[in-house]
Every structure is written in structure tokens, then in C-alpha cells.
């Protein structure tokens, strides 16, 4: 439970089953469960034209250049405006590519009330050179806005190649050692204190900077907007899958306690229905955060080199690159549900948050935890061989 407003639903809850309104039970979880996929999470990139802004708006939403939705890369100075670039699968998290400030001739202070700064959870600034002065002076005033902010040294895969082909006892630690040093440096000259610098590729987010800087900024984000951050992220580590994982887990006695409530409704057949719709809405969210649906999965492909049904072969789930819907969620269930019921519901049980359950309300809590965490297991584990296909 993160915000104020979340204890107060969870209170909300527990006070509708407890007095036995199932119906109100279920409309407030509903409400909380969404309202915890819809947390807008906005992610300012500026940085001057060409420093990589947009080509790590695409990396970051498993999107190629030239693709429906891609930010236009490659493209030269233009009177660029704020533009917002949705993640595919949770439009709720946005990276906005902002033009550079290089060239402008008015203050850092009106650059930020151009692009209407306090929309943004923090900044991201783009440099594949030293940071110049006004990058500082941008950091600077983002900073009396109370406002955080991050470096990123794009394109360091440019400099890695050419340092390679330049010396003769190269060693990839040590030069990019050098190059953060010499960007934080830069940026303390310049009266920056404790710089965050980042050394990124966008051709190869698994590499380099690319997961300490997620990791801060997941570290560094208020607690409620963690997992926005957290689901929208490329797998491109086992640890991010894990992260992801977890988080999903902890969502799990919110979606048994709503099948608990519909199975408390006194209408024939609809605890059925709404377990089957429940499960595929919350499976589906699996997939997405996963990356294990069919565009995901092409985009992944294309990127890493290795063919679409090489990674295809790996993935063990009926469920993931489908399209997911109630029939196909049944189908899946009645093949495994002698496995499900395998997996110990004791845990599940105890973490009923309602005190003198009916029989079948706790029964129906037993079963959709269980099922849940039986298909969490099996996605996470299809997105973990596929991560180490594509990218180990
Ligand atoms: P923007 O103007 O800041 O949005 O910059 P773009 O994203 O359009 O990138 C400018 C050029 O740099 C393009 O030709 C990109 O292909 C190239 N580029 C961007 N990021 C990288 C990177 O991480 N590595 C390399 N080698 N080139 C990059």
C-alpha cells in the first residue's frame, strides 16, 4: 500500500466484505487495481539535436526506428516541440523527446515553462560529447524546481570502437572509467554537485549504464510510482525480470480477494465469469510486462538478430504471443489444473484479508492465488529464456 488514498481502499475493502457487500467490495478493488495500472509516470529527454534523444525513446519502448509510433531519428535541427511517446503497452508511461536548448537564445527557466516542466517526474539529459554549459545551466534550474535530474553520455558504443581501434592495450573498464570521469568532472567544474552520469547505448541497453540508471531511478521515484516505471521497463537484465516478478506477486491477494467477493455474490455462475475475465485481464498484464506478446517479441527479434521463432521455441506458456481472452484462459486451466492445485494454497489461505470467510469465497481466493502464482512462475520463466536467447 503506498498512497494514503490506497489504505483507504484497502480499508474500504475490508469493510465491504466484512459487512458482507461483496458487490461494493468488488467495484472498490477494481477501482484500486486500476487506478495502480494508470499511474502516470513522465519522463522528460532533452539534450542537443542528435545526441540520441529519440533513438532511446524507441529503445525504451521496444520500438524500431521507422516504426508506427517511433520518434523520427536522424533528424536535423528542426523547431522541434514537446512531443509525448507513450510506452505500447502501458500508455500510461510517457518518455517526451524535448527539442534542445542549444541555440535558443532565452534562459533555462523559460525553456523549462516552454516545455511546461512540472508534468515531469524527472529529467534526462543527453550529451554524446562533454556536457556543454547548457546542459548545466538546464540541470541547474530543473534543480531549483525541485525537480531531479540524470546524465546520460549517449553513444558510448561510438567511443568504445573507436578507443579500440586507437589503442593498442584496450581495456573497455578502464576507458569507460575515463569517460564518466571526465563528464563529472565537467559538470562539477561547472558547479554541479555529485553529477549522476550514465554511459548509454541505445543499440545496446543491456550493456553498459543502461540498469544502474533504471535502478536509480526506480530507487529514486516517490514509492506509488515504482512498478509504472518498473512494468514499462525492457527486460534487459534477469534481475529487471525478477523485479517484475515480484511486483506482480504482491498484486495477487488483491485479484483472489475480488474472486473472493464475486464468489460471495449471490448470482448463479457469476464467480465462474468473473474469474475467467479477471484471469485474463491479469494474465494479459503478465504477458505485456514481460514482453512475451507477439509485437514485443517481433520488436525483440528484429533487434537482437535472433530469428522470431528461434524465441519462440523457448517459450514453454500456451499463453504467451496469443491473444488473450476467457476461452483460451479455461482451455489452459482445465489441461494444468491438476498441476495448480498442486502448488500449496496454505500461504495463499493465510493471506485472506477478510477475518470469518464463507466456504466458498475462500475457496475461490484459494484457487485464483494459486492459479495466479502458478502462471506468474511459468511466464516469468519463458521470459527469462527468452532473455537469455535473445541477449545472454
Ligand atoms: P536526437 O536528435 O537527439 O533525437 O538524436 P537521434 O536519436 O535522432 O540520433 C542521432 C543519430 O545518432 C542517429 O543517426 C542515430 O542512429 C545515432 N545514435 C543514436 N543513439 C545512438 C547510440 O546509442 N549509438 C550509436 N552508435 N549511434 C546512435
Known sequence: MDTPHD?????????????????????????YLDRQNNIPLNIAITGETGSGKSTFVNA????????????????????????????????????????GVGGRHFP?????????????????????????ENDVKLAREIQRMKKKFYFVRSKIDND??????????????????????????????????????????????????????????????????????LFAMPNISL?????????????????????????????????????????????TQYVFGFGLDRPSLKSLAESSGVPF????????????????????IIKVLSQCAGTAALIAAEEGSRLIPIIGIPAAMALSFTATYSTLNFILNNIAADAQKV???ALG
Open 60 to 99: 525504451f519502448r521496444g520500438i524500431k526506428d521507422g516504426d508506427a509510433g517511433a520518434a523520427p531519428t536522424g533528424v536535423r535541427e528542426t523547431t522541434k516541440k514537446p512531443t509525448p511517446y507513450p510506452h505500447p503497452n502501458y500508455p500510461n508511461v510517457k518518455l517526451w523527446d524535448l527539442p
Open 160 to 229: 568504445l570502437r573507436a578507443q579500440k581501434r586507437s589503442q593498442r592495450e584496450f581495456s573497455e573498464t578502464e576507458t569507460k572509467e575515463q569517460i564518466k570521469e571526465d563528464c563529472i568532472q565537467c559538470l562539477q567544474e561547472q558547479g554541479i554537485q555529485s553529477p549522476q552520469v550514465f554511459l548509454v547505448s541505445s543499440f545496446e541497453l543491456h550493456l553498459h549504464d543502461f540498469s544502474l540508471l533504471t535502478e536509480t531511478l526506480e530507487r529514486e521515484l516517490p514509492e506509488h510510482k515504482r512498478n509504472a516505471l
Open 309 to 328: 521463432d528461434d524465441l519462440m521455441t523457448v517459450i514453454i506458456s500456451p499463453l504467451a504471443a496469443r491473444e488473450m481472452t476467457a476461452d483460451l
Open 239 to 283: 534481475e529487471i525480470i525478477n523485479k517484475k516478478k515480484k511486483a506482480f506477486q504482491a498484486k495477487i491477494k488483491w485479484h483472489a480477494t475480488l474472486s473472493a467477493a464475486a464468489a460471495g455474490v449471490p448470482v448463479p455462475g457469476l464467480s465462474i465469469a468473473v474469474d475467467a475475465a479477471l484471469l485474463a485481464g491479469v494474465v
Open 108 to 132: 533555462a527557466d523559460q525553456y523549462l515553462n516552454d516545455v511546461g516542466f512540472e508534468k515531469f517526474d524527472f529529467f534526462i539529459i543527453f550529451s554524446d560529447t562533454r556536457f556543454r
Open 387 to 389: 532473455f537469455e536467447k
Open 7 to 31: 489504505c483507504e481502499s484497502v480499508e474500504e475493502i475490508k469493510e465491504a466484505l466484512q459487512n458482507n457487500n461483496q458487490a461494493k467490495a468488488m467495484a472498490k478493488i477494481q477501482e
